[in-house]
């Protein structure tokens, strides 16, 4: 039902130092504000397709018990590797690993699956005590460009159709938003302007002034999702599903 990613298409979208980028400092912040109300210190958070686990990484760096688990085969610093469980499916994992799953993560993922239904149906049927799902997706159909056909995406969402899809699936939507309003409008001149976008992930040089541009555009990033409301178009979703009873 996945894509799985070749090793060189993990060191094209994962480069080493790639969670310096802003789009990865402003989407693990965004992400986080989200988790911490949903999770106790002891309660097991599972990052599925955590691709090279730079959300599992922060988020065991702000104290969170958090996993990952990724299809493929990608590098994982050495630090990381027993938190994530690589060449495997989450419907894998033993039975009293998945029994203690709290809170799903699906960071840009669903996207890549043609079956969401019967995923999402089947992370519900599998993972009884999983009590939340939150997500990111690609946002808005008007987006489509070369980026989302090299990366194997199926489709970019809208709020009322990501809802619908979770409400198939078992889940309610209890909170969602676009995000990376810039970069919409930045995606949206660049279609206009018939420019191709760039494919490859560019990890930013260790540089002290390069990386300061990319804290602060992170930080405005994070910023304008505080002061632009929800429903306003941006380049991503983010949201919060919590599962219902009678599937």
Known sequence: MTEIYTDAEYLRGYP???????????????????????????????????????????????????????????????????????????????????????????????????????????LYQELPNCEYLLLTVPARAEMWSNYDEYWGHHLRFDRPQLAAELSAGGYRVIESSYCFHWLYLAAMLLKLLRIKRKVEAAAPARNPLVLS???????????????????????????????TSGK
């Open 16 to 122: 080493k130092g790639m969670e310096r980028n802003f789009w990865n400092l402003s989407r693990n912040a965004l992400v986080m504000d989200l988790l911490r109300p949903l999770s106790g210190e002891r309660d097991l958070v599972m990052d599925v397709g955590c691709g090279a686990g730079f959300f599992v990484a922060y988020g065991r760096d702000c104290g969170f018990n958090i996993r990952g688990v990724e299809l493929g085969n990608p590098v994982i610093e050495p630090d990381l590797k027993k938190a994530i469980d690589t060449n495997t499916d989450v419907f894998e994992l033993d039975a009293k690993v998945k029994a203690q799953i709290r809170v799903v993560l699906l960071l840009d993922v669903i996207e890549h699956i043609d079956q969401r239904k019967q995923f999402l149906l089947r």
């Open 213 to 243: 541009a990319h804290w602060s555009l992170g930080w405005l990033t994070r910023l304008e999702s505080k002061i632009i409301p929800g429903f306003v178009a941006g380049s991503s979703i983010i949201c919060v599903a919590v599962r």
